[in-house]
């Protein structure tokens, strides 16, 4: 349902849009007394605008999908974008949506946005999930806070001053606020600990999960190579916004000093970011215009499709807070070739190749997949077995449970 926008002193709470659905017999701000009664659960999601958040957005879809199989005792109104709902249309037909009118592309709108529209319209839910890694200064609780990465503690060159004094701001006070913080991977969780001198009972991880049906919608082989200019040789795909830390210039090098194979395709998925036009330039400087394809994002058929049908999924990135093209790779059957960054290296395990960010180190690395590509296919099915949707929904459904009981 979509709302309009007006400061919540215009404004009254506004009701679940789907009234059939279980709702906890309690007063605002306080819990179900009874462990079975359902629990109200309101999801910021105002901080995901589609297309422009990376690898968070897939995780918190898959995740709220994935929590849709558990026993029905959460019951989480998702509040949001229109663009968001536009997206995400599988979403809509399982939990009720509100929507605050705001693009939700400037960020002092969006954060005001949760300091008043949202704030007041929670203020009764039984529990509060804000899932892009802040909250705002009020509103209600119990609160869960799901932190992706912290990646502006290890790298603040990669942030502008006033995104960087946002988040030194933000996070402290989000984490004190919080009942219950969740990370995608034990390498987040350890450094939440660390950073925030946080009781560790407190941080629990929610691992990203992949639904069961990835790549059923997958074109051809025979129509991608066609469409894409991908010719009859080997391919590699990267599935990567060009953000600096992902590791695009590095995987440029080594293309151009390390991989020579004139039919050697690279195909580079995702939208612009920080680093777009200096890869651009890049590729032109070292003449590799015939050997890299740019499509930008594509459809979830085309992108599962060239992900399968791809020799290797090659992943170089400085920084992960999980990495979920590895684990969607693994699923469709395709061999990994990733660094050696902690996240990385946690969920891909032995079930992939994982080197230094070293060109040398990257020479050899397509001649070790031809030589045990059967071996890693094998591995890697086996390993994203350990991260589906509906793990990652339990995961969810565990730590608004922790929330819940440390509330009481």
Same mark, same amino acid.
């Given at each position: 349902?979509?709302?309009?926008?007006?400061?919540?002193?215009?404004?009254?709470?506004?009701?679940?849009?789907?009234?059939?659905?279980?709702?906890?017999?309690?007063?605002?701000?306080?819990?179900?007394?009874?462990?079975?009664?359902?629990?109200?659960?309101?999801?910021?999601?105002?901080?995901?605008?589609?297309?422009?958040?990376?690898?968070?957005?897939?995780?918190?879809?898959?995740?709220?999908?994935?929590?849709?199989?558990?026993?029905?005792?959460?019951?989480?109104?998702?509040?949001?974008?229109?663009?968001?709902?536009?997206?995400?249309?599988?979403?809509?037909?399982?939990?009720?949506?509100?929507?605050?009118?705001?693009?939700?592309?400037?960020?002092?709108?969006?954060?005001?946005?949760?300091?008043?529209?949202?704030?007041?319209?929670?203020?009764?839910?039984?529990?509060?999930?804000?899932?892009?890694?802040?909250?705002?200064?009020?509103?209600?609780?119990?609160?869960?806070?799901?932190?992706?990465?912290?990646?502006?503690?290890?790298?603040?060159?990669?942030?502008?001053?006033?995104?960087?004094?946002?988040?030194?701001?933000?996070?402290?006070?989000?984490?004190?606020?919080?009942?219950?913080?969740?990370?995608?991977?034990?390498?987040?969780?350890?450094?939440?600990?660390?950073?925030?001198?946080?009781?560790?009972?407190?941080?629990?991880?929610?691992?990203?999960?992949?639904?069961?049906?990835?790549?059923?919608? $997958?074109?051809?082989?025979?129509? @991608?190579? +066609? *469409?894409?200019?991908?010719? !009859? /040789?080997?391919?590699?795909?990267?599935? %990567?916004?060009?953000?600096?830390?992902?590791?695009?210039?590095?995987?440029?090098?080594?293309?151009?000093?390390?991989?020579?194979?004139?039919?050697?395709?690279?195909?580079?998925?995702?939208?612009?970011?920080?680093?777009?036009?200096?890869?651009?330039?890049?590729?032109?400087?070292?003449?590799?215009?015939?050997?890299?394809?740019?499509?930008?994002?594509?459809?979830?058929?085309?992108?599962?499709?060239?992900?399968?049908?791809?020799?290797?999924?090659?992943?170089?990135?400085?920084?992960?807070?999980?990495?979920?093209?590895?684990?969607?790779?693994?699923?469709?059957?395709?061999?990994?070739?990733?660094?050696?960054?902690?996240?990385?290296?946690?969920?891909? $395990?032995?079930?992939?190749?994982? @080197?230094? +960010? *070293?060109?040398?180190?990257? !020479? /050899?690395?397509?001649?070790?997949?031809? %030589?045990?590509?059967?071996?890693?296919?094998?591995?890697?099915?086996?390993?994203?077995?350990?991260?589906?949707?509906?793990?990652?929904?339990?995961?969810?459904?565990?730590?608004?449970?922790?929330?819940?009981?440390?509330?009481?």
């Amino acid at each position: 349902m979509t709302e309009p926008f007006a400061p919540p002193s215009d404004r009254s709470p506004v009701d679940l849009p789907h009234p059939d659905l279980p709702r906890p017999d309690v007063g605002h701000g306080e819990l179900a007394a009874d462990a079975l009664s359902p629990v109200e659960v309101a999801v910021n999601l105002l901080w995901c605008v589609p297309g422009d958040v990376g690898g968070s957005e897939q995780y918190l879809v898959r995740q709220l999908l994935g929590l849709a199989d558990q026993p029905a005792r959460y019951v989480p109104t998702l509040y949001c974008l229109p663009a968001f709902v536009d997206a995400h249309p599988e979403l809509a037909q399982i939990y009720p949506i509100v929507t605050a009118a705001i693009t939700g592309e400037r960020r002092p709108r969006r954060v005001w946005t949760e300091h008043t529209w949202l704030a007041r319209r929670t203020r009764g839910a039984d529990l509060v999930h804000h899932a892009g890694g802040t909250t705002p200064r009020v509103g209600g609780g119990p609160i869960v806070l799901t932190i992706h990465d912290l990646q502006y503690l290890t790298h603040p060159e990669y942030f502008s001053r006033t995104k960087l004094r946002y988040l030194r701001a933000s996070l402290p006070r989000s984490v004190r606020r919080a009942s219950v913080v969740a990370t995608p991977t034990e390498f987040v969780r350890g450094t939440v600990i660390e950073a925030f001198d946080i009781e560790p009972t407190r941080v629990v991880v929610v691992p990203h999960g992949v639904e069961p049906a990835i790549g059923a919608d $997958a074109r051809s082989e025979f129509e @991608l190579r +066609r *469409d894409y200019g991908l010719g !009859a /040789g080997r391919v590699l795909v990267f599935p %990567a916004i060009t953000h600096p830390h992902k590791g695009h210039r590095f995987l440029l090098d080594v293309m151009a000093r390390q991989w020579p194979d004139p039919d050697l395709r690279l195909v580079l998925l995702g939208g612009p970011g920080a680093a777009d036009v200096e890869i651009a330039e890049r590729i032109e400087q070292l003449g590799l215009g015939q050997r890299v394809v740019r499509p930008g994002r594509v459809s979830t058929a085309d992108r599962d499709g060239l992900i399968a049908l791809a020799d290797a999924l090659v992943f170089p990135s400085e920084y992960e807070g999980f990495g979920a093209p590895v684990v969607e790779a693994m699923a469709l059957g395709t061999p990994v070739v990733c660094s050696d960054q902690s996240a990385l290296a946690e969920v891909v $395990a032995d079930a992939g190749l994982v @080197l230094p +960010r *070293d060109a040398d180190a990257w !020479a /050899g690395a397509l001649d070790h997949v031809d %030589a045990h590509r059967r071996e890693m296919i094998s591995a890697g099915l086996r390993r994203a077995a350990r991260y589906t949707a509906a793990v990652s929904g339990a995961g969810l459904a565990a730590a608004y449970g922790l929330a819940v009981e440390r509330a009481r």
